[in-house]
């Protein structure tokens, strides 16, 4: 399966690999579909010792909510490129006989005034039923997915999934041998809507990329001081920060010098805070041609990275701690997580 094209799909655990068989494995079959404002992304997989094998998987920019800030709707163009991709999925799904299915939309569907209408259209033209999540939702299930790359020293951590349309940021806290969710907030920003906000991410300048962090600033401020309260007046600083999501798994991959994303190599990898900084000091200082060129980048995201920096500079802002882990997994693994938990077969050979 071809890396170089970007988001790539993440598997939930660091002992699973991505491998398309067209074998039937052992014991059931679970499937997890997660559509963004930018992506279409499903994970198949089976229970094994490990939690969960993946044995087929699915990525594909699809942009639904391209332009959604301006309209408050899901144009036409955007619906037919997803319904392409959805078709894609549904065919997976039908064709490896999954037992068990959650199907999720996220901010562009809770957001564009078309959005429950889609939802009808994607059913009758895919069979696919998609439910459109609350943004709590959303922020458990990436906290399920990445909460296995938690360095089990941590007494606490900051975890941030950047998506298409909203950013989700969960403070979380060491409690026994497990983390709890002590507080957390869904931002009204991602990569597409700062983007489109900001001049629309091909030519941005430091004047523009200030813009953009001095925009986002009060929305992480605000929740960094519920998370003070709830430290008892200490200052929010983590143990470490996790990110899961194509901003960070980007920013990794460039500050390896990938020739190719390997995911091996990023998903549980560390930075630290002078990596991620010279990172993006490197691609605000590189042209949009430049940016398109860089195999962990690619043309189909070359101008949306910037904005993604923007936010994850001010996650690093709000919330200064000295390493960041980067996760390439995320919502698809919190719910096969889930979805086996509640069978009793997570972790295990049926």
């Known amino acids: 399966m071809n890396r170089s094209r970007r988001k790539p799909a993440g598997d939930g655990h660091s002992a699973q690999r991505r491998s398309v068989s067209r074998e039937q494995p052992p014991g059931g079959l679970y499937g997890a579909l997660d559509l963004g404002t ?48 959805l078709r894609v999925c549904a065919n997976k799904l039908r064709w490896r006989n999954v037992e068990k299915v959650r199907l999720v939309a996220t901010e562009a569907c809770r957001m564009a005034g078309n959005g429950p209408d889609f939802i009808a259209r994607v059913r009758e033209e895919t069979g696919l039923q998609l439910e459109i999540i609350d943004r709590e939702t959303e922020a458990g299930l990436a906290a399920v997915g990445a909460e296995p790359l938690v360095d ?46 900001f001049g629309g991410g091909v030519d941005v300048t430091p004047q523009s990329f200030a813009a953009m962090r001095d925009y986002l600033r009060p929305m992480l401020s605000e929740f960094a001081g519920r998370v003070t309260a709830a430290n008892g007046g200490r200052a929010p600083v983590p143990s470490h920060l996790l990110g899961t999501s194509g901003t960070v798994t980007t920013i990794a991959g460039v500050q390896l010098g990938l020739q190719r994303y390997d995911r091996s190599r990023v998903d549980g990898c560390w930075l630290n805070s002078a990596d991620i900084g010279a990172v993006t000091q490197r691609l605000l200082s590189a042209s949009y041609e430049q940016r398109a060129a860089n ?15 923007a936010i994850l500079e001010e996650i690093r802002l709000a919330f200064p701690a000295e390493r960041i882990r980067v996760a390439d997994r995320g919502l698809r693994e919190g719910i096969l997580t889930l979805l086996m938990k509640q069978d009793g077969t997570y972790g295990r050979v049926r």
């Open 152 to 197: 089990r020293e941590a007494e606490t951590a900051l975890v941030f999934d950047i998506g298409g349309g909203s950013t989700e940021v969960l403070w979380m806290r060491r409690n026994g041998q497990r983390f709890d969710t002590v507080a957390w907030t869904s931002l009204a920003a991602g990569v597409v809507t700062i983007s489109e906000q």
């Open 38 to 85: 930018n992506n279409c992304r499903l994970l198949i997989a089976t229970p094994s010792q490990n939690g969960f094998s993946v044995v087929d998987a699915f990525s594909r920019i699809v942009r639904l909510g391209e332009k959604l800030a301006q309209t408050g709707r899901l144009s036409d163009e955007a619906m037919a490129r997803t319904i392409e991709a």
């Open 295 to 309: 195999p962990c980048i690619g043309r189909e995201r070359a101008d949306l990275v910037l904005a993604g920096c």
